[in-house]
């Protein structure tokens, strides 16, 4: 499994969907709402266009509910740091926005690999006594 690019995943529907739902979830536990219209095609840029302005809002009022975001979706400062300096000309909210959803993929992307049928017969036929 190949996660050094994952956009290569943002064609996958029942992936994005995922995805959406676990960044509403995530951001709902926030208090902020992020809605997801369902239509795969232009999922990334519907999810950017309503979390950037809560990140900026945040950047620039909330400096601790901003950090608790980062670290209830898992991003780390070294991902930030990593990012910075790729993309320095951007604005800092979009470049974390930019992330965060790549990030929420990233964690849908190795769920659904892990939970594979693939994977659960094989280790089912592991632990079973024949």
Request: glycine content about 4%; overall charge neutral.
């Amino acid at each position: 499994m190949d996660l050094s690019n994952i956009s290569q995943y943002f064609n996958k529907l029942d992936l994005i969907k995922d995805t959406a739902n676990q960044i509403i979830k995530d951001f709902d536990m926030f208090g902020m709402e992020v809605k997801f219209s369902g239509n795969a095609y232009n999922a990334y840029e519907e999810l950017f266009e309503q979390i950037e302005p809560h990140i900026k809002k945040l950047i620039d009022t909330n400096q601790s509910k901003f950090m608790g975001i980062l670290y209830r979706i898992d991003v780390s400062d070294e991902q930030v740091k990593n990012a910075l300096q790729q993309n320095s000309s951007e604005p800092f909210s979009q470049i974390i926005t930019d992330l965060i959803i790549k990030r929420e993929l990233q964690k849908v992307v190795i769920r659904q690999h892990y939970k594979s049928p693939a994977k659960e017969s094989k280790s089912k036929g592991k632990n079973r006594i024949e």
